[in-house]
């Protein structure tokens, strides 16, 4: 079979150390693929006024499988500041290639797992009967449509008259909003369509029933914002009842869900949401399995088979100029992971996330964040592991 090549795409700050962390550990895996360079993030932002450069959306068009560290942003003044001398009257505008390569690749089926390792000291702990200590064993998979919703872009601050005019066209926009000047008004919109909710759910029914997880949670909110959680709920009725009748059906709340989180995570499995109360409720579950160190997320299109792979963590700046680097490489390792499942190299991914789970519930390496230290440089001579340590460890369980 002809080798893969995959576009890695390191972008900034300790994005490229636990890329290539990750590389090292996918090779000692047996993991036999090519490896392109896309450029992406805040050195090209500056540079070139693109941080998603069209050579990138190019080598990934081609090879279809992406693997991305993480990027900086910054806030407009600084976005503005830190462009080339030459490029400063041309009135560009920052916006992040992570949206950029969701909207124009359509990665509407964004994943992320939440599983808890056993001995990993950052597991959440809850009180039980009788002064009784336990650790939930947490594994659920969270389904997040990616492209729509609430972090669809589709907004105004004084919105154009003709917008306005529509809205005055509903009766509870009339009662309730009329008194507000136009131009005092921030509309943000929460769009969903059919076509892409139905995708997101049954993406989530699928995994429910190839993983064999008991049940499928919608975590919206029906009751109240009717039109978009309501469809999504009604539409998963429709689905579950005619295709996956062997799969339960729950509809929680998410603010009901982010209180129930701590009382009974271990009773959820696979959970789906739209857009913004997916990424709630991901990182919600994500604090229960150790945080930023541990979450990975896959977003894909099942219809071209384009998928980018990478862990929720950001480019951590203030960690990217140590000289040894100790931030956590499993969740970037747990992203490559999912990569691998995505491209039908389950066998080479289990052995990975196996190797994962013995280094950590053997507990002689740990980076920083699994010992509860503040992330200093001197925290490696102080016994935590560093990145590198710690793909080391992983690649000898290998
Ligand atoms: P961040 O995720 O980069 O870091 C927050 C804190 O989490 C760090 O200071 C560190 O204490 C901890 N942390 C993060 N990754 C870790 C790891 N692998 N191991 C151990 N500890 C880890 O978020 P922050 O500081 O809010 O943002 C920094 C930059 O990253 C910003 O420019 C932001 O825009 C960007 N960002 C990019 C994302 C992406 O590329 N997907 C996601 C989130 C933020
Ligand atoms: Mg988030």
């Not at 509870?172 to 921030?186: A, H, T």
């Not at 409720?281 to 980018?308: R, T």
């Not at 230290?373 to 102080?382: H, S």
């Amino acid at each position: 079979m002809a080798k893969r090549t995959i576009v890695k795409m390191p972008g900034d700050g300790i994005g490229k150390v636990v890329l290539d962390e990750t590389i090292r550990v996918l090779d000692a895996a047996g993991f036999e693929a090519d490896y392109v360079e896309g450029d992406i993030g805040w050195e090209f932002w500056c540079k070139e006024g693109n941080p998603l450069p069209d050579r990138t959306i190019k080598l990934i068009e081609e090879h279809k499988i992406g693997l991305f560290g993480a990027i900086t942003s910054k806030p407009k003044d600084a976005a503005f500041n830190e462009l080339a001398p030459e490029l400063k009257e041309k009135g560009l505008v920052y916006s992040s290639p992570i949206v950029g390569l969701r909207q124009h690749f359509g990665l509407d089926i964004c994943m992320r797992p939440c599983r808890t390792y056993k001995g990993n000291p950052l597991n959440f702990i809850r009180r039980g009967p009788n002064n009784t200590i336990e650790e939930p064993e947490v594994d659920v998979v969270i389904f997040r449509q990616n492209t729509e919703g609430l972090y669809g872009g589709v907004e105004w601050s004084n919105p154009p008259d003709q917008v306005y005019e529509a809205l005055m066209t509903h009766p509870k926009f009339k009662k309730n909003f009329e008194w507000c000047p136009k131009e005092e008004l921030s509309v943000s919109t929460r769009i969903f369509t059919r076509k892409y909710t139905e995708r997101i759910l049954r993406a989530a029914f699928e995994h429910a029933k190839k993983y064999g997880y008991k049940s499928v949670t919608v975590c919206e909110k029906p009751n109240v914002i009717r039109e978009t959680s309501g469809m999504m709920y009604k539409l998963a009725q429709e689905i579950q009842k005619k295709d996956y009748p062997g799969i339960a059906l729950w509809n929680t709340n998410i603010d009901a869900q982010m209180m129930w989180l701590t009382k009974n995570p271990e009773d959820y499995g696979v959970i789906v949401a739209g857009n913004m109360f997916g990424d709630i409720v991901s990182d919600g579950f994500a604090g229960l399995i150790g945080g930023l160190g541990f979450a990975c997320s896959a977003q894909f299109n099942p219809e071209s088979g384009i998928g980018v792979f990478e862990p929720t963590h950001g480019s951590a700046p203030k960690y990217a100029d140590y000289e040894t680097s100790i931030v956590n490489p499993i969740a970037m390792v747990e992203s490559a992971c999912m990569m691998l499942d995505f491209i039908n190299e389950n066998k080479v991914a289990e052995k990975i996330r196996k190797a994962v789970a013995e280094v950590v519930a053997e507990g002689k390496v740990r980076t920083y964040d699994m010992m509860k230290m503040a992330g200093r440089p001197d925290v490696v001579e102080k016994g935590a592991a560093s990145t590198q340590q710690m793909a080391d460890a992983i690649i000898a369980k290998l």
